[in-house]
C-alpha cells in the first residue's frame, strides 16, 4: 500500500510539474526583426538571417543576465524570450524600381565621367530603399505584412519587440505610429465616449483621411460617418495592434533623426495633439523606443538631446503617468570595432559589443527619461 502511494504522489508531483510547464504561453517575448536598404537579392537576404540569428542570441542573453532590464521589461521573470527570432525580409518588393534605375544608370555610364557615375551609383543604391518604402503605398504593404507577424504572436499570447536595422527603423517607427491605438475619437467627434482607435482603422473604417501634413481630417459625408463610428470597434480590433503586445522597439544603423527631425513640438508640430497622444500611450503603456548606433556608422545619425518626461510635460503643459515606465532615448556612444566604412553592416558581426550598447542605452534612458542620475 505504502509502494503504491508513494507512486501516486509521484505521477501527482510529474503532472503537477506538466502542468506548470504548459501553462505560461502568455509569457514569451517575440523578437522581431526587420531589414534595411540594399538588401534586394537573395544572397543579402541569406546575409540578414545569418546575422539576426547570430544577434538574436546575443540580445537574449543581455536581456536575461542584465539585472535592470530582467527587472523592467521581463517583469522579473514573468517573460521569457523565445529562442527562435522572427524576420520580416521586404528588401524583394523595392527590386523591380531598383532595376529600372540600374538599367538608367548602365546608360548613362556611355556619356557621364567616371566619378560622377561612382556617385550615382552609391546614392542610389544606398538611398533608393530609404525613399521608397516611406511612400505611403509601399510602407503600408511592409506594415500590414508585418502586422500579420506581430498578430500571430499575440494569439499565441505573447508580447513582441521589434528590431529595425537601417531604413527598417523607419517601418518600426510607421508600425507604432499607425497601430498603436493612440486616437481619441472624443476629439474629433465631440462625444465623450472615450473610444480610442488607430489611424489605420481610423481611415480603413471610413471615419476619415490621413492629409498629407500627417493631420487627420473626418469624413464630410454624415451617414458615411456616423456608419464607420458604429462599425469602428469591429475595424481597431483588425487594424490596430492590441494594447500591452508590443514591449518595445530597438532601431539600428538608423537614420531616423534625418528622415523625421522635426523635433516633439506642441508648436511646430502639425498634428500636435496626435503627437502628444503617441508619447503619452508609449509612457503610459511601458514601450521603450531605442535609437541605437554605432558611433562609426556614417548611416546612423545622432540627436542633439534626448528629451525627458519633464521636456513633456513642459512642452504640452500636462502630467504623464507616475506609473508608466515607457521612453525615447537615442545612444550613439559604442563603437563598431571595424573599419568606419563597414560599420553599417557591423551590428551582427560584432553582436555582443551591440548587445552591450542596446543594454546601456535602455538603463541611460530610462535614467534621462525619469531624470534618475546617479
Given at each position: ?36 536598404s540594399n538588401s534586394n537579392d537573395e544572397r543579402a ?109 499575440h494569439e499565441k499570447g505573447e508580447k513582441v519587440i ?213
Amino acid at each position: 500500500m505504502k509502494k503504491v502511494l508513494n507512486l501516486f504522489l509521484v505521477f501527482m508531483l510529474f503532472l503537477g510539474a506538466n502542468c506548470v510547464q504548459a501553462d505560461p504561453a502568455a509569457q514569451n517575448i517575440q523578437f522581431i526583426y526587420i531589414n534595411g536598404s540594399n538588401s534586394n537579392d537573395e544572397r543579402a537576404k541569406e546575409a540578414y538571417v545569418k546575422g539576426f540569428h547570430t544577434m538574436h542570441k546575443q540580445m537574449q542573453n543581455i536581456f536575461e543576465d542584465d539585472e535592470f532590464i530582467y527587472q523592467n521589461v521581463l517583469d522579473n521573470g514573468k517573460y521569457t524570450i523565445n529562442t527562435n527570432e522572427e524576420i520580416l525580409f521586404w528588401g524583394f518588393k523595392s527590386n523591380q524600381e531598383l532595376n529600372v534605375i540600374k538599367n538608367n544608370l548602365d546608360e548613362a555610364k556611355k556619356t557621364s565621367p567616371i566619378v560622377a557615375q561612382t556617385i550615382r551609383s552609391i546614392l542610389a543604391h544606398c538611398m533608393h530603399d530609404a525613399i521608397w518604402v516611406q511612400r505611403e503605398t509601399n510602407m503600408q504593404k511592409i506594415i500590414n505584412q508585418l502586422h500579420r507577424y506581430v498578430m500571430a504572436s499575440h494569439e499565441k499570447g505573447e508580447k513582441v519587440i521589434l528590431f529595425g536595422h537601417s531604413a527598417g527603423s523607419f517601418v518600426t517607427y510607421e508600425y507604432m505610429i499607425h497601430k498603436l491605438k493612440v486616437v481619441n475619437l472624443d476629439r474629433y467627434t465631440g462625444k465623450k465616449d472615450n473610444k480610442y482607435t488607430c489611424i489605420d482603422a481610423f481611415v480603413k473604417s471610413g471615419l476619415g483621411y490621413k492629409l498629407a501634413t500627417d493631420e487627420l481630417a473626418l469624413n464630410q459625408n454624415e451617414k458615411q460617418f456616423a456608419k464607420a463610428y458604429n462599425d469602428i470597434d469591429k475595424y481597431t480590433e483588425t487594424a490596430c495592434v492590441p494594447d500591452n503586445t508590443i514591449l518595445g522597439a530597438v532601431n539600428f544603423g538608423s537614420p531616423l533623426s534625418l528622415f523625421y527631425s522635426s523635433q516633439i513640438s506642441h508648436t511646430n508640430g502639425n498634428n500636435a495633439a496626435y503627437q502628444y497622444s503617441f508619447l503619452k500611450y508609449i509612457q503610459e503603456n511601458d514601450i521603450f523606443l531605442l535609437n541605437v548606433n554605432f558611433a562609426d556608422d556614417p548611416v546612423g545619425f545622432p540627436v542633439s538631446r534626448n528629451i525627458s518626461k519633464a521636456d513633456i510635460e513642459m512642452e504640452f503643459n500636462t502630467n504623464l503617468s507616475d506609473n508608466g515606465k515607457g521612453f525615447i532615448y537615442t545612444y550613439q556612444k559604442a563603437r563598431s570595432g571595424g573599419m568606419f566604412a563597414t560599420a553599417h553592416f557591423a551590428y551582427w558581426k560584432h553582436a555582443k559589443r551591440f548587445a552591450k550598447a542596446v543594454r546601456d542605452a535602455y538603463k541611460k534612458g530610462y535614467s534621462n527619461f525619469y531624470a534618475l542620475y546617479e
